[in-house]
Each structure stands twice: as structure tokens, then as C-alpha cells.
């Protein structure tokens, strides 16, 4: 028998009527002032309740490092009844309690889309919230930096420093950075393997592309490639790796199980960089010195088709559909939005200088287009196709990489 239940057992039938009757009305009065001060239903008496008994057995810091839904909390509050929480006794606590910590520590909204771009001149890379277009950092790298790519798991930047035949690691959390070397000589730009444990490297001036393992920093393999090696695209598996050869007028295709070239497949001329449809059907490339793009089909290994585009074209970027391609042509000064089946041009967006990285951001709504010479980045709004805010950042900015 519980202590309850013996409380109740000493009580007469008509001592318990009275106490239910006391009760009801009780209840209609609370019932009433609810009704009449809606505002002090939770709010303040839950916090009134957390206060008083989550902090008995640990501290508050313990139930406000977490950041919770609803049910999570209903859950933990359980549990805590379950160690002896003083609530248990009480529906009411329980519920003011559940509705303060849903209210106060509900999940945290995720986090915030970033944009990080590469200042060739400033040797910098500027942390832009995407969404307020906020500056939250300037992390310094090597010289000349070029190439940047993100681990798979967000948690670090890899820069490819031209100048300084290096790679700046970068903490996405702190911006504090570290420094490999192994590459061949002006480092250019990189890939990384689905799992992030290997990091592509190309190397114009050693015709070569490198492989360095991120859990060493260490290079373990140099792979040969065609003349002048810039773009590096992997295949969402991490199985091949796509190095565009600008001198060579051809992209190398590497096996990345054995670091083996096993097929090269002929461009126009200049080869620049390179962006693979979603599903990885086609590759497109632009073609610097032929004012075209390629587009290759990754099956058959060869080139399907080939677009006029404006002048000096230097990156391209796949919307998240698919159905169109944006192209930087940085002598014409424009952006051009192309369909990606037939490749006919659908707008074009003037920007100011002359565009050169592209970076889409996740949903594809806009378009951030780095302007090499004005030392600013355009943003293009992808539906309205002109160009809606211009942001001035360091100097020569080049490439720019958008993660979720
Ligand atoms: C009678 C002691 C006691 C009281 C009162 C108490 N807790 Fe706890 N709490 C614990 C113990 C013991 C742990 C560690 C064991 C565990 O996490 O399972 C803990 C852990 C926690 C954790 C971490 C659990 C996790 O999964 O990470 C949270 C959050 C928490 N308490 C919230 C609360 C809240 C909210 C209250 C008030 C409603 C509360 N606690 C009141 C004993 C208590």
C-alpha cells in the first residue's frame, strides 16, 4: 500500500465528498483565472517550477545545453520524475515545466547557409552568412589562394594555395588554421572523397594531380595528367575524378580505386572548370580559350555537344533540377543561364566587371558570382535573372563555395 492510498483509506466516504466538491471548485476558480489572465498560464510558473526543481540534483545548465522538441522533453521530464523529481506529484508542475522548456529550449534552427570566398590578392577567405549577407570572418591563407572545397562533414575548408605550394586547412567553427604541404607546384584546385578522407589536387605547373590523406595530411599518390591541369570534379561516389587540362584541350578521367588515367576525352580549347548533372549523366565544362562550353556524356566518355557562349567563359554551375546551367563569361561580363539539354541560351545578367567563381546557393533561388576585378560579389536572384545585391569583399576574389 502507497502512503497515498493509506491517507485515503483513513478518510470517510462523506470527509471525501467534501474534498472532491473543495476540489472541483478549486479547480473551476483556477479554470476561471486562466480564462480571465491568459498570459500567466507556463510562462512564468514554468520557470518558477524549473528553477525550483531541476536545479535540486544538478545544475540548470544541464537542462539549457539542450536544445529539444516537445516530446523529447515530456521524455526527459519523465525520466527526471523517474530519479525523484519533486513534480511527480503534480500534473500541473509537470505540465507548466513541459511547456516552459518546449518554448525556451526548442531545437536550435539549423544551421545557417554560408558562403566562403577566395581572395586571391587579400589572400583571404570571407565567411558570409548567406542569408543576412553578414561578414562572420576572414580567415588568412597562403599566397595566391585559388581552389576551396569543404569536408564532407562541414567541419573544415581545404585552400589551395598557388603562390605558396600549399593547402590551408581551415576549422570551420573557429577559423583557425593549419597547413599541409606534399602538392606539386601551383596548387590550383581540389576535390574531396565522399567520406573525406582523401583530398585531389591539381597542379598546373607539375602536370600532375595529387592525393593526400586527410587523416595524415600527407600526400600518397601523384597521378599524371594532361598539360596545365585546373578544374577537379568527382563523381558523387568518389569513383572518378574529372581533371580539366587547359593546354591540353582534353579532360583526364582518373579511377580513384587505382589512381589510374583510364580514359581522356578531347574538348575545344582551354578547358577550364567543370560541374557534373545531378544524377552524373552529363559533364559540363567551359572552355576558357574557345568560348564554349562541353557537354560530355559520362557513359559514352565523349562530348555530345558544344555551345557557343559569350566570351572567355570561366565557371559553370548546375541549378539543383538540373534543367539549367549558369556560365560565367568573364570577358562578355555577363552571367548566362543556358538549358542544359538543348543549350540554348535563356537570359543573360550583366555584372559589373566580369564574373568569375559561380556558387549556387542549396535551394538555387540565387546565384553568388564573384567579380574578379571589382572586388565584389553580385548576387543573382535565379527566377528574376538580374542581378538584386552587390557586396563589396577583399581583393580579387575568384572562387566562392556555398555549403548548407
Ligand atoms: C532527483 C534528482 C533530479 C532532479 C530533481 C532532476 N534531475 Fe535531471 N538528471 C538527474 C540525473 C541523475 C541525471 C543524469 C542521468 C541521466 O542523464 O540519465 C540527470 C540528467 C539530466 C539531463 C541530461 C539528460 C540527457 O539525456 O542528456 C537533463 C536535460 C535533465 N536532467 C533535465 C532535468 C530537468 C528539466 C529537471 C526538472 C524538471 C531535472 N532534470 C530534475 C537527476 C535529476
Not at 77 to 103: H, N, T, W
Request: charged residues 20%; aromatic residues 4%.
Amino acid at each position: 500500500m502507497t502512503e497515498r492510498d493509506r491517507c485515503f483509506s483513513t478518510l470517510s466516504r462523506r470527509e471525501v465528498m467534501i474534498l472532491r466538491s473543495v476540489f472541483a471548485s478549486l479547480l473551476l476558480l483556477f479554470a476561471l483565472s486562466l480564462v480571465s489572465h491568459p498570459q500567466s498560464a507556463g510562462g512564468d510558473e514554468g520557470e518558477a517550477v524549473f528553477k525550483e526543481n531541476c536545479s535540486l540534483c544538478h545544475s540548470l545548465d544541464r537542462p539549457r545545453s539542450r536544445h529539444l522538441l516537445q516530446r523529447e522533453w515530456q521524455h526527459i521530464i519523465g525520466r527526471m520524475m523517474g530519479f525523484g523529481c519533486p513534480i511527480s506529484g503534480s500534473r500541473k508542475k509537470q505540465d507548466a515545466v513541459l511547456e516552459y522548456l518546449a518554448k525556451t529550449q526548442r531545437p536550435l534552427t539549423r544551421p545557417v547557409a554560408k558562403a566562403y570566398v577566395v581572395h586571391e590578392e587579400s589572400e583571404d577567405v570571407w565567411v558570409i552568412d548567406v542569408a543576412t549577407r553578414k561578414v562572420l570572418a576572414k580567415a588568412k591563407v597562403g599566397k595566391l589562394p585559388h581552389g576551396i572545397i569543404a569536408s564532407p562533414d562541414g567541419k573544415a575548408l581545404y585552400v589551395t594555395n598557388m603562390g605558396s605550394d600549399n593547402i590551408t586547412v581551415i576549422n570551420t567553427q573557429t577559423y583557425a588554421t593549419t597547413t599541409m604541404g606534399g602538392t606539386g607546384r601551383n596548387p590550383h584546385e581540389c576535390a574531396v572523397s565522399p567520406d573525406g578522407h582523401l583530398l585531389y589536387v591539381s597542379n598546373p605547373s607539375s602536370n600532375n594531380v595529387t592525393v593526400h590523406d586527410m587523416r595524415t595530411h600527407l600526400p600518397v599518390a601523384t597521378i599524371p595528367v594532361g598539360r596545365f591541369p585546373h578544374g577537379v570534379t568527382l563523381t558523387s561516389d568518389g569513383r572518378k575524378l574529372y581533371v580539366a587540362n587547359m593546354e591540353s584541350s582534353a579532360i583526364s578521367v582518373i579511377e580513384t580505386a587505382t589512381n589510374q588515367v583510364v580514359a581522356t576525352i578531347p574538348t575545344a580549347p582551354g578547358p577550364h572548370r567543370m560541374a557534373l548533372s545531378p544524377g552524373g549523366k552529363f559533364l559540363y565544362v567551359v572552355n576558357t580559350d574557345a568560348n564554349r562550353l562541353s557537354i560530355i556524356e559520362t557513359e559514352r566518355g565523349r562530348e555530345v555537344k558544344s555551345v557557343l557562349t559569350g566570351k572567355a567563359p570561366d565557371d559553370v554551375a548546375v541549378n539543383p533540377g538540373g534543367a539549367i546551367l549558369w556560365v560565367a563569361d568573364s570577358e562578355s561580363r555577363n552571367v548566362e543561364a543556358v538549358d542544359s539539354r538543348s543549350g540554348e541560351p535563356l537570359a543573360t545578367v550583366l555584372v559589373e566587371r566580369g564574373p568569375g567563381g559561380l556558387a549556387l546557393t542549396p535551394d538555387g533561388k540565387e546565384l553568388w558570382v564573384a567579380d574578379v576585378a571589382a572586388n565584389t560579389v553580385a548576387i543573382v536572384d535565379t527566377a528574376q535573372r538580374r542581378v538584386v545585391t552587390t557586396l563589396p569583399v577583399g581583393n580579387r576574389p575568384h572562387l566562392i563555395l556555398i555549403t548548407p
